[in-house]
């Protein structure tokens, strides 16, 4: 039975707004690959990422130029071939997963030869913003057990002080998005260590992070702009100890799977991580917590509206989605 591709572009509002260093927003915009084969359905979300050079726009285009072959039946091994690693394979990939299991009536973590998902603990993110507003946030999220503090370059070791004062008992990961220089490295680091955090993402930019290779790593530095998939593991040598695994950057979940296997390999620890998605886009990373020292996804948490049915979160426990949402 022939197979047919359809897509939409959909908008979710944020509650408030989302402050990183590279900007502000208030609303995301996804694009949704939607596959039938029959009766059944797949679906799969992306967010397409200004910084990779991905527009709504591309991405779309990108997915219906493989309308043709995923109606001639293409699986996921042959998507990858097709198409680079990114947001628009992604959508189809995680879509073809979601066919797959509604076809055979099976789960997806069966068919990617991965456990059953169980409950995790996600981070929950905090903004950037001035370190006051950020204090007063961390102490609104204080009783979560780890929260991911959004960080900006000038200011930084004030703000990871703000945050400490106001969680003392969660764990911190601090993700610089690129935003520190060589010249602040030592004083930012200082600040991490004075703070007790878990982990150090991306601090700086990936085209001139050979520097992270120079100095000790009192904390974990964790890879994120710097890696996508497999390809990109052996220039990490040296620089990282841990990288982030997002399916949007991996274009899906089929080498998503394969890059944590490969990072394990090479001794780096995993974080699963996610573009500010809807549940949608967050229930294909879970298949991935197993494997992960550190679990990042709580993109549903911080928009004001989440699909139908969503995934279900407890505080800072994620639970695996049910067939109704995705595989």
């Given at each position: 039975m022939a197979r047919a591709l359809t897509l939409a572009v959909e908008r979710f509002p944020i509650a408030g707004a989302f402050?990183?260093?590279?900007?502000?927003?208030?609303?995301?915009?996804?694009?949704?690959?939607r596959i039938t084969e029959g009766e059944a359905a797949g679906r799969g979300e992306c967010v397409p990422y200004p910084r990779y050079g991905e527009s709504v726009e591309s991405v779309a285009a990108l997915i219906e130029a493989q309308a043709a072959a995923i109606a001639a039946g293409i699986g996921r091994a042959e998507l990858m071939e097709r198409m680079p690693a990114?947001?628009?394979?992604?959508?189809?990939?995680?879509?073809?997963?979601?066919?797959?299991?509604?076809?055979?009536?099976?789960?997806?973590h069966d068919i990617a030869g991965l456990p059953a998902p169980e409950p995790a603990t996600t981070a929950y993110t905090l903004s950037l913003g001035t370190p006051e507003s950020m204090g007063e946030a961390a102490r609104g999220a204080a009783?979560?057990?780890?929260?991911?503090?959004k960080l900006g370059g000038a200011g930084d070791p004030e703000r990871i002080a703000a945050v400490r004062a106001g969680a003392p008992d969660a764990r911190l990961i601090v993700d610089a998005n690129e935003a520190w220089r060589p010249e602040t490295l030592e004083a930012n680091l200082a600040a991490c260590v004075a703070a007790g955090v878990a982990l150090i993402e991306q601090p700086l930019p990936a085209d001139a992070d050979a520097l992270?290779?120079?100095?000790?790593?009192?904390?974990?530095i964790c890879a994120d702009e710097s890696l996508h998939d497999r390809a990109g593991l052996d220039a990490l040598a040296g620089r990282y100890d841990a990288i982030n695994i997002k399916l949007d950057k991996t274009g899906g979940l089929t080498e998503a799977v394969?890059?944590?296997?490969?990072?394990?390999?090479?001794?780096?620890?995993?974080?699963?991580?996610?573009?500010?998605?809807?549940?949608?886009?967050?229930?294909?990373?879970?298949l991935l917590a197993h494997h992960a020292d550190f679990v990042d996804l709580d993109g549903p948490l911080l928009l004001a509206r989440d699909r139908e049915p969503p995934l279900r979160y407890a505080g800072s426990t994620i639970y695996p989605p049910e067939p109704e949402l995705w595989g």
């Open positions: 402050t990183i260093s590279r900007g502000s927003r208030t609303e995301i915009a996804v694009v949704v690959a990114g947001a628009a394979r992604n959508a189809l990939d995680c879509a073809l997963f979601d066919l797959e299991a509604k076809l055979q009536g099976r789960r997806a009783a979560r057990p780890l929260l991911k503090v992270l290779a120079e100095i000790p790593h009192p904390i974990p394969m890059l944590a296997h490969a990072a394990r390999a090479r001794g780096l620890s995993v974080m699963v991580g996610c573009m500010l998605g809807t549940s949608l886009s967050m229930a294909p990373a879970t």
